[in-house]
Structure formats: C-alpha cells, structure tokens
C-alpha cells in the first residue's frame, strides 16, 4: 500500500530537464522566461489527438518550457504597511499552500500509474512543479509572516484516475480566473510591481499545466477503445458534478459562518473586490479572464489542445448576459431628476 511519504518522495526525487540558473544572469533569467511562454513543434505534420506524433510533442514541449527558476532564492520585495496588509489580509493563502500541497500527491498518484513513460514523466514533472509552488508560496508565507491554518492530512487516493480528472479540471476551472485576478492585480496596483513579477512565472506554469491537462485528455480519450470511452465520458461527468458540489458546499458553508472554508469559497468574489479600487464587476472579471487567457496560451504550438470548458463557459455567461449589462448601461448614462 502506497503511503503519501512514498509518493512525496518520489517527486523530491526527480531530477528536473533543466538545472538551476547559476549564476542567473539579467539574460539567462529572460531566455528561461521566453523559454517557458513560446513554444513550437519542429514536427511539421499533423499533431492529430491521440497519436504517437501528438503524444511525443506534448510531452516535449512539457519538458523544453521548464523554467529552472529556483523558489530558495526568490528575493523577497520589501513591502510598505499598506501593501503587507493588503497582501496578508488576502483570504488566498491557505487554499493556495494546500492545494499545491494536495495536488502534487495527486499527480505524482496518477503518474504512477500511467505506463507510457512520456506521460508518465511529464505529469511528475507536472506534480515537482506543484511542489516547487507550494515552496513559493511556503517562502512568501514566511517573508511577510503570514499565518497558516493546519494542512490537513493526505489520504493515498485509491483511484488515480478520478483525483487526476478533479485536481485536472479544477486547475482548469481557478487558473481561468487566476489570470484574470493575476492582470486585475497588476493593473490596479494592489500589489507591488516586484511581487506581480515574482509570481508571473508561476501563473504561467498554471497555463502550461492545464495545456498538458488538456492533451493529455484528448490523447487519452483518442486511444479508449469505444465502450471504454462511454465509461470514461459518465466519469468526466462525474467529476463535473462532484467539483459543482464541492464549490456550492462550499458557498453554502459561507452562509453558516464557517470561517474555516470561507477562505476557499469566496476566493474569486473577494479576491476581485479587494484587488481593484473601484470593485469589479462578474462580466468584467470574465472579459479579462478571456482575454488572459488567449493571451497565454497564444505563444504555445496552435496544433495543440487548448483547455475549452471555461473559457466556451464565459462566453457564454458573457452572451447570455449582455442584454442585462445593456439596460443597466442606459440606466447608469440616463440624466438624473
Ligand atoms: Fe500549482
Ligand atoms: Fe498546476
């Protein structure tokens, strides 16, 4: 019986494609950084979903964006009393740490079961990157003093499969909005210049995560025999409604006063109200999410998958919406008395 000590162990040891920038030099910083944002496969054919072809340079390009940033030396800004209390009061830090804390055992679960050893290398290197950002923010949390609620344990999943498909899709789901708070941040100020850029690259990891995520689907699905595939499209489902049910507990939790899950569930609305002087409205927060979110991914080989359930979603909410938006428009232009 796997235990999470194992599988913590198993991604420390992993040996990164890359080794760290030393001495990291002005250039060195930024051929690692366009490194990790542009990407294009010297394959020339079709990456048609599901093919060795496909399988190879997804795995590729997963390994060649590698940033050999180092968390150890991350040199922390020093932050006025306004700032420190705008960013230690930000109800984020305890969801973030322990979602990267639980998501590296959950990949580092799924890889251990996957046979092909592409894939299976790409998603530990996948979960070392989540280690690596939960040492990020563990380096943070301990620059600006900030105080933690207590992780709770991990429990050894007994199907990969599903924690891979909830942890997969739920990155999907916080990096969409991720981007979009990341740029309403740096656009309004709310944090320091220095501190957006410290955390540029890891927002940018989350991006090629999901990329990976999203291929990996694709390949995955491609390569189920038919009535495989039929079990596999009810479990999508599955883990869909189990993730709706999860936020809406969690929002329900909100309203019983349950401070301990109140940092996770109101985590966007609180995040885009504190980090834009004015607040910000769902419509607005869903433009800038889009809009980040093409912005990432358009330097990444346009023959690969891109994730399409958020951003189809937010379109969507954006279309159904507008003839609300408009009324309130008029109203706000229309002259008073
Ligand atoms: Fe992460
Ligand atoms: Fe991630």
Same mark, same amino acid.
């Given at each position: 019986?796997?235990?999470?000590?194992?599988?913590?162990?198993?991604?420390?040891?992993?040996?990164?494609? +890359?080794?760290?920038?030393?001495?990291?030099?002005?250039?060195?910083?930024?051929?690692?950084?366009?490194?990790?944002?542009?990407?294009?496969?010297?394959?020339? &054919?079709?990456?048609? $979903?599901g093919s060795d072809a496909h399988k190879r340079e997804v795995c590729r390009m997963f390994r060649e964006t590698f940033n050999p940033?180092?968390?150890?030396?991350?040199?922390?800004? +020093?932050?006025?009393?306004?700032?420190?209390?705008?960013?230690?009061?930000? $109800?984020?830090?305890?969801?973030?740490?322990?979602?990267? &804390?639980?998501?590296?055992?959950?990949?580092?679960?799924?890889? +251990?079961?996957?046979?092909?050893?592409?894939?299976?290398?790409?998603?530990?290197?996948?979960?070392?990157e989540e280690n690596r950002h939960k040492e990020v923010l563990a380096k943070l949390v301990e620059a600006y003093d900030i105080r933690l609620a207590k992780e709770p344990a991990f429990e050894?999943?007994?199907?990969?499969?599903?924690?891979?498909?909830?942890? &997969?899709?739920s990155e999907c789901i916080d990096s969409f909005f991720a981007f979009g708070l990341f740029e309403l941040a740096r656009r309004s100020g709310f944090f320091p210049v220095e501190l957006v850029d410290t955390f540029e690259p890891v927002v940018q990891e989350e991006c090629r995560h999901i990329l990976l995520f999203a291929n990996w689907l694709a390949w995955h699905r491609a390569n189920l025999p038919w009535w495989w595939r039929i079990y596999f499209e009810l479990r999508v489902v599955a883990v869909w409604i189990a993730i709706a049910r999860e936020r809406i507990g969690l929002a329900f939790s909100l309203d019983k006063g349950d401070a301990s899950k109140q940092a996770d569930s109101n985590f966007t609305a609180s995040s885009a109200s504190a980090m834009s002087a004015d607040g910000i409205g769902v419509r607005d927060l869903l433009g800038l999410s889009l809009e980040e979110n093409d912005r990432r991914f358009a330097g990444y080989d346009a023959r690969l998958v891109r994730p399409t359930t958020m951003p189809t979603l937010a379109k969507f909410a954006l279309f159904i919406t507008k003839p609300w938006a408009r009324k309130k428009a008029a109203s706000r232009n229309r002259p008073k008395g």
């Open positions: 019986m796997l235990r999470s000590e194992d599988l913590l162990a198993s991604v420390l040891a992993l040996e990164p494609p +890359k080794s760290p920038l030393e001495p990291a030099t002005a250039e060195s910083i930024e051929a690692a950084d366009h490194a990790l944002r542009f990407w294009k496969s010297t394959d020339t &054919g079709p990456l048609t $979903p940033y180092r968390p150890s030396v991350i040199d922390w800004p +020093k932050l006025n009393p306004e700032e420190r209390r705008r960013v230690t009061s930000l $109800p984020i830090w305890d969801i973030a740490v322990h979602t990267e &804390g639980r998501a590296r055992l959950r990949f580092a679960a799924y890889a +251990k079961s996957v046979s092909d050893p592409d894939v299976r290398a790409a998603i530990m290197l996948n979960a070392w050894v999943p007994r199907d990969p499969e599903w924690v891979y498909l909830l942890t &997969g899709f």
